[in-house]
C-alpha cells in the first residue's frame, strides 16, 4: 500500500514539474455564471482566439485549471464536445437561478422553453425588432404572457425571463 501510494505521489509530482501552474483536476460539472450573456471558449489561457461563445447558466466539464499570463485563473472546460479554457471567475459550481421564472403573480402565463436553436436566442424590445434586451440560453424557462404577428410575418410571443420583458419569435419556443 505504501508503496501505491508513493507510486501516485510521484506522478503527481511529474505532473506539476512537467506543466508548471497548472492543477491537476478530477472532471467536475461547473456552469458558467457571473456574466450578462456569455464567455468565450478561448483557445488557450489568456488568448485573444475564441472556438464559441458559451450562453450563461451553461453546464461545462472542467478538466483541469492554469493561470494565465495575464495573472488569471483559468478552467480547462469540455462543452458539447469542444475543448477550450473560460477564466475561472465566471464559472460556479451550483446552476445560476436565471432558469427561475418571475413573473407578476397576478399575471396569467405558460411556462415555454427556448427550443430550436443552437446556443441561445434574442429577447427583442418589440416583434421583428432589430434591437435586442439580452439573450437567453437553450433550454430556459420563460413565462410566455402574450403572443402577435410581427411586421416579418412570423409569430412573437411576449415572455418574461430574470424580470425583463420582450419578444421571442415563437418558432424557438416549445412546452
Known sequence: ??????A???AAMAA?????????LAKEIMYVANVDNAV????????????ITIPL???????GWQRGSDGEGYNQVVHQ?????????????????????SAPANVGYEVMYVANVANSVYLRTGPASDNYIMTIP?????????WRRG??????????????TGWIKTQYLSY
Open 1 to 6: 500500500m505504501k508503496k501505491i501510494f508513493k
Open 8 to 10: 501516485i505521489a510521484a
Open 16 to 24: 506539476i514539474v512537467a506543466f508548471p501552474g497548472s492543477a491537476v
Open 40 to 51: 468565450y471558449l478561448r483557445t488557450a489561457p489568456a488568448s485573444d482566439n475564441y472556438i
Open 57 to 63: 447558466g451553461a453546464e461545462v466539464e472542467s478538466i
Open 81 to 101: 464536445g469542444m475543448r477550450g479554457w473560460i477564466k475561472t471567475r465566471y464559472l460556479s459550481y451550483s446552476a445560476p437561478g436565471y432558469y427561475r421564472v
Open 138 to 146: 437553450l433550454g430556459a424557462a420563460v413565462a410566455s404572457i402574450g
Open 151 to 164: 411586421s416579418d410575418g412570423a409569430g412573437y410571443n411576449q415572455v418574461i425571463y430574470m424580470g425583463r
